[in-house]
């Protein structure tokens, strides 16, 4: 199991830890397990009869194999996929906890935390929020009420693990959420009636820089089977350090503007 050292944290003089408003975090999926992904092709297969009153056969064939397609495009995204890394960054912190090996990465401006698995990855995690999380803290995402949380509470009970208290719904300190997708609307005529507003168009509107990796979500699963890890980390950190941006701007908490 990987442990925090507590130290890394007393950012006071007087050797105490400074609680954070707000901590921002995003993840990283894999795909699910092959026999989850192929139990799930088996069973669209078994009850598909085509769309509508379609009874070309060709086209029906062409519509099962698209949505064969789909399902293996998307199994990145199913509840059993596997969280390979989890990012926080709040006003103080800056930390990356890397599911995907042992390796300590270089991400200037971040602190990469190692774990071998999903699982320890998951524990240092909770660690750190035990140190850091205060009843008044703010869990801060884009999609995060939709994907990022839902995903950190389905790891912890797939894995046998007890979930933080300030991410338990409904029970102890349970934390308030802000959803830079939502937020977003208030700010953007053209996008108010989106249901889903990717962070690029955000970033965008907001005049806030990304990276040029030229990476998406979609593309993480390939990286991840090529062992691409550090670029992975870096990708979701930079990801939310323009999440943390865009939040500090439609929340009034960017010191320097007039």
Not at 14 to 23: F, H, S, V
Not at 86 to 113: E, S
Not at 126 to 150: C, K, Q, S, Y
């Amino acid at each position: 199991m990987i442990t925090i050292n507590p130290e890394t944290y007393k950012l006071n003089g007087n050797g105490t830890t400074t609680a954070p408003n707000w901590i921002c975090i995003d993840i990283e999926t894999a795909d699910a397990p092959q026999g989850i992904i192929e139990k799930r092709v088996s069973d669209f297969e078994n009850n598909f009869t085509g769309k509508g009153n379609t009874k070309d056969k060709a086209k029906i064939e062409a519509q099962r194999q698209e949505g064969i397609e789909r399902i293996r495009n998307k199994a990145s995204l199913l509840d059993s996929s596997p969280i390979i890394c989890i990012v926080a960054k709040t006003p103080q912190h800056a930390i990356v906890f890397n599911g995907m090996d042992a390796n300590t990465y270089d991400i200037p401006g971040w602190l990469c935390v190692p774990a071998e698995d999903e699982k320890n990855m998951l524990s240092g995690f909770r660690g750190w929020l035990e140190m850091v999380a205060t009843p008044e803290t703010v869990f801060v995402g884009h999609n995060i009420r939709g994907f990022d949380l839902p995903k950190i509470r389905h790891a912890f009970i797939r894995n046998s693990l007890n979930l933080p208290e300030c991410l338990t719904p409904g029970v102890g300190i349970s934390a308030e959420t802000a959803d830079t997708m939502h937020l977003f609307k208030a700010f953007s005529m053209e996008n108010r009636d989106n249901l889903f507003v990717s962070l690029d168009t955000v970033a965008k509107t907001l005049g806030i820089p990304t990276s040029k990796m030229g990476i998406s979500g979609a593309d993480v699963p390939v990286l991840h089977k090529a062992g691409k890890f550090k670029e992975i980390l870096t990708y979701c950190a930079l990801d939310c350090a323009v999440t943390a941006r865009a939040f500090e701007l439609m929340t009034g908490q960017v010191h320097g503007l007039l």
